[in-house]
């Protein structure tokens, strides 16, 4: 890890604005022309040093360094995140909102969510066929919408499934490259989470009331049931954006599923590998996640003042690590700009140096509850892919910007000439995956 002393300091008042035009490339950038891994910079008017790579993280995870209340920028929060739920809460509080979320993930639940998105894949895979052309990245975005929205449990009959998967769409989008299109996604962003927050929080009365059966397992349940530390049943605001929480960040998994398939069509013999060798899809699911970006960096506040490195980190600085740049990190990953795989056939699994979902402790910590799920679900995705149809790609913008947040191929990668072989998708749905991705992420 680079450090510099004194701490070198970003150039201008106020970076806010060059945050917005620069999206993933704000912190590495500065990290490379100060030649530290640590920096100072001034966002939104407030003071904030940014670190980066596997010890800066484990800096990050420790509870007693750091909390969430109020780090969050007020826009970032009502749109991406919502006002009340797991991400922001500190202590107890936290554990306990992340026990109720964590016990929606039994190996038993994984595995249907899994069996469900390899399910609505083939469904929509047929209407594939009939198509000139298909858009991987608004169809994936399609079949984990209604994945997630089906595994939380929720009542889809007579429901606008297309706004709803829009809503969930319009959530995660940040915006980026310049100022007038990241207000335009908060202003949309806002609204939709407005929208969805409505339908879930009348569903849940519903489930309280006792006038909509939910199946016990499911998240609509579990969090319409759930009650706080003092006893009394979660607050109505909190538990629709929790169980939002509980299903809304898959549509993330899109993105990366439109990379994987970059990543089959730049790297010959990919494909094949996933095609033929079983262990393969975890460690190019795995590789997808390092090296494409989705998260840019993740934000907190220092809890009481403490030293690090030299450095004195001082209450209330606002701290934020670099969440993309750590998973390239040369000090954990050798040739780190490039798309290798097999690299995880030997990962020390450290929770630190591979973070495109948090680090840390799963229970304890804010590391994302989602991500067993996203493995198995992108792995089965990417085998369906390879394995049950076959495809063409066609001459298309492929170039990503990564000013963006989300970045994606600029295409959202078009594939054509779709044919199902028949073969592979319901030994998809069967194949047990939990217990390992378990057992990995549970260490
Ligand atoms: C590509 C897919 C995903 C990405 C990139 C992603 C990324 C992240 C990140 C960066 C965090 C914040 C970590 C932190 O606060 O330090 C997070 C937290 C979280 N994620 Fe995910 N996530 C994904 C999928 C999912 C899925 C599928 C679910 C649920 C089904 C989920 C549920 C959550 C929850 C509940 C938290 C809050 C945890 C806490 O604060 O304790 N995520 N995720």
Not at 76 to 99: I, P
Not at 194 to 204: A, C, G, T, Y
Not at 357 to 386: K, N, P
Request: proline fraction near 5%.
């Amino acid at each position: 890890m680079k450090v510099k002393n004194p701490i070198p300091r970003d150039k201008g008042v106020d970076n806010t604005l060059d945050l917005m035009q620069e999206g993933f490339n704000f912190i590495p950038d500065r990290r490379k022309e100060l030649e530290s891994d640590i920096f100072k910079t001034r966002l939104l008017g407030r003071k904030a040093i940014c670190i980066a790579g596997e010890e800066a993280a484990e800096i990050f995870y420790d509870e007693s360094k750091f909390k969430r209340k109020g780090a969050m920028p007020k826009p970032l929060k009502s749109s991406l995140l919502g006002e009340g739920g797991v991400h922001g809460l500190d202590g107890e509080d936290h554990r306990q909102r992340k026990r109720m979320i964590l016990s929606m993930m039994t190996p038993e639940r994984l595995e249907d969510m899994k069996r469900i998105a390899v399910e609505e894949l083939d469904k929509r895979a047929a209407e594939w066929e009939n198509q000139s052309e298909v858009v991987i990245l608004d169809e994936i975005q399609k079949v984990f919408g209604v994945t997630g929205m089906r595994w939380a449990g929720l009542p889809l009959e007579g429901e606008d499934i297309e706004q709803r998967v829009d809503e969930l769409v319009d959530m995660v989008d940040f915006g980026g490259s310049d100022v007038a299109r990241t207000a335009a996604s908060f202003t949309s962003g806002m609204a939709s989470r407005k929208s969805h927050e409505k339908w879930l929080k009348q569903l849940i009365k519903k489930v309280r009331a006792g006038k909509l059966d939910a199946h016990p397992s499911t998240p609509l349940y579990i969090v319409a049931h759930h009650t706080e530390n003092d006893g009394k049943p979660l607050d109505l605001h909190a538990a629709a954006v929790d169980l939002n929480n509980a299903y809304r960040p898959l549509i993330a998994a899109a993105y990366f599923v439109a990379f994987g398939l970059l990543a089959i069509h730049e790297h010959p013999g990919v494909g094949e590998k996933l095609k033929t060798d079983k262990s393969y899809s975890k460690m190019f699911t795995q590789e997808v996640r390092r090296y494409y970006p989705f998260a840019p960096a993740m934000v907190a506040k220092v809890k009481r003042k403490f030293e690090w490195k030299g450095h004195k980190f001082k209450k209330n600085r606002m701290v934020i690590l670099d969440l993309f740049g750590t998973n390239r990190h040369p000090d954990a990953w050798e040739d780190p700009d490039e798309f290798k795989p097999e690299r995880f056939r030997d990962w020390d699994e450290s929770p630190f140096s591979f973070v495109p979902q948090g680090g840390g402790d799963f229970y304890a910590g804010h590391r994302c509850a989602g991500e067993w799920l996203t493995v198995m679900v992108m792995r089965s995705t990417f085998e369906y892919i390879t394995k049950s149809m076959t495809y063409d790609v066609p001459e298309q913008d492929l170039e990503y910007d990564m000013t963006k947040i989300p970045a994606f191929p600029k295409s959202g990668f078009i594939i054509n000439n779709v044919k199902r072989t028949g073969v592979a998708a319901e030994d998809l749905k069967l194949d047990e995956q939990s217990p390992t991705v378990v057992k990995h992420s549970a260490e």
